[in-house]
């Protein structure tokens, strides 16, 4: 898929219930969209506990890309929250409800209000791949070298 950045994409999106609210954007180009706790109440997250919201949508996204979920760098900073698993995926072929298992990285109990912002939705391309089994890899100059290998820092 040719991504022309200039070209809007509309997104088909589901609401599964009254409450849930649409994917909005912080400024004009700001790459991520807001998604939104679906929530009846507030939601108080332990210390190093996950707890999994739902955003009360599902999406159907175009073929050949996927739905990442981002933290929002105001509330990591400001309450220790972050997608459990770092960076969500939502395949192009799924329809359920986009949930967000959200991680409490502090030491104190943070709130999640229902309609509060708890992630962003970013619309990528990703390239199929098949694999094949080698018995030898092309050569490189870094070679093996892994962790710390390409700088002192």
Same mark, same amino acid.
């Given at each position: 898929m040719n991504c022309n950045c200039n070209e809007e994409k509309k997104i088909k999106v589901k609401k599964? #219930?009254?409450?849930? $609210?649409l994917p909005t954007r912080g400024s004009a180009s700001a790459a991520?969209?807001?998604?939104?706790? #679906?929530?009846?109440? $507030?939601?108080?997250?332990l210390p190093h506990e996950t707890v999994v919201i739902g955003t009360g949508l599902a999406f159907e996204l175009p073929e050949g890309t996927f739905g990442a979920i981002y933290a929002r760098s105001g509330l990591a900073s400001k309450k220790g929250l972050r997608p459990a698993n770092c960076t969500g995926v939502v395949d192009s072929d799924y329809r359920g409800e986009v949930k967000v298992a959200i991680h409490n990285d502090s030491t104190q109990a943070q709130e999640i209000s229902a309609g509060e912002r708890i992630a962003q939705l970013i619309l990528q391309t990703y390239i199929?791949?098949?694999?094949?089994?080698?018995?030898?890899?092309e050569q490189s100059d870094r070679g093996e070298a892994g962790f710390g290998s390409t700088g002192t820092n």
């Open positions: 599964l #219930n009254v409450n849930a $609210k991520g969209y807001d998604l939104y706790a #679906n929530t009846r109440e $507030k939601l108080i997250i199929p791949m098949t694999f094949e089994e080698v018995n030898d890899l």
